[in-house]
């Protein structure tokens, strides 16, 4: 495998940054994770508007712009011979001593790229399978719209969760309110089969699938509401499913031990997932 790291493309055992990034000191850095399908990188467009505004609400300067950014990404994905995969970029505010201040203004941010081949087979399976979650309070910062690398809650919900036999946590706010997953946005369809998301104002990450998703709701008419719901109203939802770039679309089965509807991957999520591709390409 191949990454880019701060303009060079290295082989992936080879490839490092110095001790004292701020990213490694203190997760003082942005990320984007993206889909590549069949070749094409999925919502490119969308992912960097999103990079651009972490990047500008942290005063993080652009490591490039944003035609050759495309380029490197392309770069990285072709030296992967990624058909099918993900790559993942991250930007710090680089390296300089350690201080809790910003260093000066000309300090070159640092910039990674990697890329990886996934496999469709192991997605199809947790499909037709569907996923469990468990819940969790959500003890994040309220900053969480945007997309640091400081994802040490996230890695612990995550964690808890697998300790639990499950594969995603989903957090409650404190008023008992589902804001998101460790790593996914949530959707539940309500009891009177209204497709149901948490507005992203406040709370969660403006996920780009979320964005994609609602997309394929305006072409299919599908009805959909950004509203709060509370745990409560998701554990007796009609179903529930997940999103991320990872994952599009993975229906939820089991919550806290309790089946979600009959306990089996509904018909919205699979009416999701199977056109998703056919409005975002
Ligand atoms: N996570 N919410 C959180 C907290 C996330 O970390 C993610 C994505 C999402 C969904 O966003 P999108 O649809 O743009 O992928 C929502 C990535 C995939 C990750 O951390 O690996």
Same mark, same amino acid.
């Given at each position: 495998?191949?990454?880019?790291?701060?303009? /060079?493309?290295?082989?992936?055992?080879?490839?490092?940054?110095?001790?004292?990034?701020?990213?490694?000191?203190?997760?003082?850095?942005?990320?984007?994770?993206?889909?590549? !399908?069949?070749?094409?990188?999925?919502?490119?467009?969308?992912?960097? *508007?999103?990079?651009?505004?972490?990047?500008?609400?942290?005063?993080?300067? /652009?490591?490039?712009? /944003?035609?050759?950014?495309?380029?490197?990404?392309?770069?990285?994905? !072709?030296? %992967?011979?990624?058909?099918? $995969?993900?790559?993942?970029?991250?930007?710090?505010?680089?390296?300089?001593?350690?201080?809790?201040?910003?260093?000066?203004?000309?300090?070159?941010?640092?910039?990674?790229?990697?890329?990886?081949?996934? *496999?469709?087979a192991?997605?199809?399976?947790?499909?037709?399978?569907?996923l469990k979650?468990?819940?969790?309070?959500?003890?994040?910062?309220?900053?969480v719209?945007?997309?640091?690398v400081?994802?040490?809650? %996230?890695?612990?919900?995550?964690?808890?969760?697998?300790?639990?036999?499950?594969?995603?946590?989903?957090?409650?706010?404190?008023?008992g309110?589902?804001?998101?997953?460790?790593?996914? %946005?949530?959707?539940?369809?309500?009891?009177?089969?209204?497709?149901?998301?948490?507005?992203?104002?406040?709370?969660?990450?403006?996920?780009?699938?979320?964005?994609?998703?609602? *997309?394929?709701?305006?072409?299919?008419?599908?009805?959909?509401?950004?509203?709060?719901?509370?745990?409560?109203?998701?554990?007796?939802? /009609?179903?529930?499913?997940?999103?991320?770039?990872?994952?599009?679309?993975?229906?939820?089965?089991?919550? *806290? $031990?309790?089946?979600?509807? %009959? $306990?089996?991957?509904?018909?919205?999520?699979?009416?999701?997932?199977?056109?998703?591709?056919?409005?975002a390409?």
């Amino acid at each position: 495998r191949i990454a880019y790291v701060n303009g /060079r493309y290295l082989p992936h055992s080879e490839a490092a940054v110095h001790i004292e990034d701020r990213g490694y000191q203190f997760a003082d850095g942005v990320y984007e994770v993206c889909e590549i !399908r069949h070749g094409v990188i999925v919502d490119l467009t969308r992912h960097l *508007d999103r990079l651009d505004r972490s990047l500008s609400e942290l005063s993080i300067r /652009r490591p490039m712009s /944003r035609p050759a950014l495309a380029q490197v990404i392309r770069e990285v994905s !072709r030296r %992967n011979r990624v058909k099918n $995969g993900l790559f993942y970029l991250q930007v710090t505010r680089g390296v300089a001593r350690r201080d809790h201040v910003f260093p000066s203004a000309e300090t070159p941010p640092s910039l990674v790229i990697t890329a990886k081949i996934t *496999d469709p087979a192991v997605i199809a399976k947790k499909n037709e399978t569907g996923l469990k979650a468990i819940t969790i309070p959500d003890n994040r910062w309220d900053r969480v719209d945007i997309k640091t690398v400081g994802l040490l809650p %996230n890695a612990m919900a995550r964690q808890a969760a697998k300790e639990k036999g499950a594969q995603e946590a989903i957090y409650v706010d404190a008023r008992g309110m589902v804001t998101e997953g460790a790593a996914t %946005n949530v959707w539940i369809v309500d009891k009177d089969g209204v497709l149901v998301t948490r507005p992203a104002e406040h709370g969660i990450l403006r996920g780009i699938t979320r964005t994609g998703l609602m *997309d394929v709701t305006a072409k299919f008419g599908i009805r959909v509401q950004e509203r709060e719901f509370s745990r409560d109203e998701m554990l007796s939802a /009609r179903e529930v499913f997940i999103t991320a770039a990872t994952s599009i679309c993975f229906p939820i089965v089991e919550i *806290d $031990g309790q089946p979600i509807g %009959n $306990g089996h991957p509904g018909a919205m999520a699979e009416r999701i997932r199977t056109s998703f591709f056919d409005v975002a390409e």
